[in-house]
């Protein structure tokens, strides 16, 4: 139970019979057709049960000699496998597996997985040209994350390359993911040996080499052991070609290419010397491209941590809150106990003119909730740690703990969303917010399966017919002496910096849900029942 299915024989492989309008799987509705490989075909397709794109990889055939066709059968399924042990949000996602034909195990394989419409980066370089420091950075630290999750299961990817790296239009950025584990080198501490294919194939009597030649590491190149060591390599080949616009190692002679690697630090200052990228990230590239990968940065963790210190440190940029020095607006008949400062809710975000303009349909709208939000007055009250909800006012006010930095959150509707609290390039916290059972949306922009969120902001919640069906506002709140303070609605509350140290309040409105959503801090006490 739970292995791979053994492959067919080159000569009974059966003819490829999928085209455009077939549903596969019951359910997966193939649209367009959108590339092909040497050992698969890839289509664009529509989930018929959830109504949402996917995309759909079909293996196509054996090949010439069945030594190579195994080989590509076990790593097609094997990367099923592996894709479905991951989790990080930067890791390509995978939705369902099976096989074509009348007897599902005779049938050629197939993958479905989450459907990218940002294109790889070999397009973006290739479109646009050598991306900015920040880009460079901030896309590298994502593929760290999903890297690190990756090795922490014993996995290596071993084919890091821009082609493997898709993106997901998410509002106005891109979210970066990685994909392609079809070559992906299992610990040899797995017991699931029947899940993985074998390191290379042996053809007439040669081996069939399983990497690509202008990002491996040399010691792939030299057919040596890998290891987590050998994913920081490519990944660093693949950072300098975003900040230059050109591989490195551009070589079509595996052996030129190897002797070329002993000099990886001399090669990288002279490839980034003319854009003048800061000393301290190129040494630490140059770190990530030692020939001995015992040289080489510890883990990838190592790498996104000394990417995000060696930038420059930016321009002091204007404060947002106003001057000292200048008076508050007038209020009327503000009470003594009053505040001095009432944590100030987000402001409305007006639609831009460019994401107004790429949607189809209308963009989100501000609810009439957010318009009139009531100013809250008088002190702040405390709310404490407690397992079930809490009234306040209109809301019923939820503590969640997650450790794990994921929260799944359920609004009015039935709506559901995930949070997922990650880490940007400089260390600051960004929330990835994910629709379980619609779409998400920043205010005026399209919307998207997800959306980044890199401090306060307001959210809809949408159909794929593009209904509104309720909205999140995500408040951070105001430190203050031992607490911190948000707006629930009309009163302050004030949650203890003990309990929660890195709190953020995600408001679904009148007669909703909010929840206090925290990954450090203090475990929510269990309520005494009886």
Known sequence: ????????????????????????????????????????????????????????????????????????????????????????????????????????????????????????????????????????????????????????????????????????????????????????????????????????????????????????????????????????????????????????????????????????????GAALAPFDVPAPVVDVLAKALAFDPKSRLPGVEELARQLAAAIEPAEPRPATEPAPAAPAPPAAAAPPTAPAAAPPAPAPVPPSAPAAAASRGSPPTVPPWMLTAPVPQGPPRHVPLAELPQLIGDRRVHYLHAPNHVADLIGSHNTKVRATFMSGPTGARVLHLKGLTCFVALLGGRPSPAVMIEQAGDVALVTPRAQEIGHIRVITGTAGVGQTVFPVGAELVAVASDDCIDAILFDFGPGSEAYFVYTRGRPIPKSRRG
């Not at 890839?42 to 030594?67: A, H, N, T, Y």
């Not at 894709?83 to 197939?110: C, Q, V, W």
């Not at 997985?113 to 420091?133: A, H």
């Not at 890091?160 to 040899?188: E, M």
């Open 1 to 268: 139970m739970g292995t791979a299915p053994k492959a067919p024989n080159a000569s009974e492989a059966p003819p490829l019979a999928v085209k455009v309008g077939d549903v596969v799987l019951e359910r997966y509705r193939i649209v367009e057709h959108i590339a092909s490989g040497g050992h698969s075909v890839v289509f664009r397709g529509q989930d018929e049960r959830l109504w949402r794109p996917v995309c759909i990889k079909v293996f196509s055939g054996m090949g010439g000699k069945s030594g190579v066709g195994r080989t590509s059968y076990e790593h097609f399924v094997q990367e099923a496998f592996a894709l479905s042990r991951l989790t990080h949000p930067n890791t390509l996602r995978i939705y369902d597996f099976g096989h074509l034909g009348p007897k599902d195990a005779e049938g050629m394989p197939l993958q479905v997985c989450e459907y990218m419409n940002g294109g790889t980066l070999s397009n973006i370089v290739r479109e646009e040209g050598r991306q900015s420091l920040a880009e460079t950075v901030r896309i590298t630290h994502a593929m760290c994350l999903a890297l690190a999750e990756a090795h922490g299961l014993g996995i290596v990817h071993r084919d890091i390359k821009p082609q493997n790296i898709l993106f997901g239009t998410v509002g106005a950025s891109r979210l970066p993911k990685l994909a392609d584990f079809g070559i992906a080198k299992w610990s040899a501490e797995d017991d699931n040996k029947e899940q993985r294919a074998e390191d290379t194939a042996i053809v007439a009597g040669q081996k069939l080499a399983m990497y690509s030649p202008s990002w491996a590491a040399p010691e792939q190149l030299a057919g040596q052991p890998v290891s987590p060591a050998t994913d920081i390599y490519s990944l660093a080949c693949v950072a300098v070609y975003m900040l230059s616009g050109k591989a490195i190692f551009a070589d079509e002679d595996v052996y030129a290419g190897y002797r070329k690697r002993r000099h990886g630090g001399e090669l990288v």
